[in-house]
């Protein structure tokens, strides 16, 4: 037998890495039924390309939302990185301190 007629007689479990999901029954925020007179905050890991991408959501939104204001990822901080856990910590507090309706999260990778 060679190589090839050993490896596909082998059978292998596979084992997914993150591991099995567990829901507790938690329900889902509800959802704006619209984004104008709505603030939305914008967070970033500071990767890939989010100083443009925020740019380019604020204005595709503003043309469908014309209400809409936004609080720009430069008020919070890095939330990946040497500071996140500072960052991240503040967070509850700045989002209502800003009167915050809804978070973009752009993560790069």
Known sequence: MDDKQ???AETYKVVWP???QVHDGHQLAKRLDDLN???VAQLWDW???GDKMF???ERELAAK???IKF???REFGEIHGANEHAVLEALPEKL???DVDAVIVGVGC
Do not use: N
Request: zero cysteines.
């Open 96 to 98: 209502k301190e800003h």
């Open 18 to 20: 993150s591991g099995r």
């Open 71 to 73: 609080i720009s990822w």
């Open 6 to 8: 050993t490896f596909a």
């Open 65 to 67: 939302y014309p209400d």
């Open 55 to 57: 740019d380019i959501w």
């Open 47 to 49: 990767v890939f390309k």
């Open 37 to 39: 007179g709505k603030t």
